[in-house]
């Protein structure tokens, strides 16, 4: 359920109705600025606590794909020590040893995505949607995993269907499964649905990614 295979994608599904879109644009404005009044004070006070924890910037920038390949930075609170990959790109998991003690926290919560309220407002993202990958492990999931690349026919999202279905403990195929069913059947039911069943993973402290 909720998994579709590559072989039975059609991305022409991608151009959904402009009603829809609308619609959702609006929701994703709404929603992020209503999202700031909790998000801030969260923020703050966790940022204070990794810059007491471990030397670094509280904030950091990396450059993801969004709709239709295009490059942008998406905005976290560092979770990692610094200089986390000074000997080049890792795929992190749940047990990263470069990970801090307020970093493991705010990922298994998932306060360290909080800045992305702005890649919300600005259009980067959508409040859901396939989570946004880094060009370097997009380009290796594409020759494993063909289709991987349809990711990227709708906006990413700060949650998705892939992360209320395991997150973590889900491979990067599985993932796939999941947000092709999404771009296939995605509605502002579907969308409501995973917004709700995110509020549930984050206080079951699943932290999926």
């Keep these: 359920m909720y998994k579709l295979q590559p072989d039975q994608f059609d991305p022409s599904v ?3 109705n402009k009603l829809y879109d609308g619609i959702k644009r609006c929701a994703d404005i ?5 999202g700031m009044i909790v998000a801030l004070p969260l923020i703050a006070v966790f940022g204070l606590l990794v810059r007491l924890e471990t030397p670094g910037p509280v904030f950091y920038a990396q450059e993801r794909l969004g709709k239709n390949g295009e490059k942008f930075n998406i905005y976290k609170i560092r979770s990692m020590v610094q200089d986390a990959e000074a000997h080049g790109a890792q795929w992190a998991d749940k047990e990263d040893s470069r990970i801090t ?3 493991k926290f705010i990922r298994t919560t998932r306060i360290d995505e909080l800045p992305q309220i702005l890649n919300i407002l600005k259009g980067d993202m959508s409040i859901v949607g396939p989570r946004p990958e880094r060009e370097v492990f997009a380009e ?3 020759k494993d995993i063909p289709g991987f690349k349809w990711r990227l ?3 990413p999202g700060l949650t998705g269907l892939a992360q209320v279905n395991g997150g973590y403990e889900n491979s990067p195929k599985e993932k796939l499964q999941y947000d092709l069913y999404y771009i296939t059947h995605r509605s502002l039911v579907l969308d409501l649905k995973i917004m ?14």
Excluded: M, N, Y
């Design 14 to 16: 991608s151009q959904k």
């Design 30 to 34: 709404t929603g992020a600025l209503l």
């Design 196 to 209: 709700f069943l995110t509020i549930f993973v984050v206080f079951k402290g699943d932290g999926a990614r």
């Design 140 to 142: 290796e999931f594409e």
């Design 101 to 103: 003690k307020v970093g």
């Design 153 to 155: 026919l709708v906006r």
